[in-house]
C-alpha cells in the first residue's frame, strides 16, 4: 500500500532561513545524499503535491455513466 502525504502535516520554519548567491557552493548536495532513498521519493512526492495543488485525499477519477442503445 502507498503511503499518502498529508500536505497540512508539512510545515515549513520561516523564522530559519539562509540568502546566498548562485555562484557558492551549496550543501544541499550533501545533505540530500545523506537521506534514505525513501526519504527522498518522498521529498520528490511532496514537492510535486505542492507544485501541482494536488491532495491524494481528495481528488477522484471522474465517473463517466453512458447508456448505449442497440441497434
Not at 540568502?19 to 545524499?33: G, T
Request: hydrophobic fraction near 35%; proline fraction near 4%.
Amino acid at each position: 500500500m502507498r503511503k499518502k502525504l498529508p500536505l497540512d502535516s508539512v510545515r515549513m520554519d520561516k523564522t530559519s532561513f539562509s540568502v546566498s548567491s548562485l555562484d557558492e557552493e551549496s550543501d544541499e548536495k550533501q545533505y540530500w545524499l545523506s537521506k534514505k532513498p525513501v526519504e527522498r521519493m518522498y521529498a520528490v512526492e511532496l514537492m510535486r503535491q505542492i507544485l501541482y495543488g494536488y491532495n491524494p485525499l481528495t481528488e477522484r477519477l471522474q465517473r463517466v455513466f453512458e447508456t448505449a442503445e442497440l441497434s
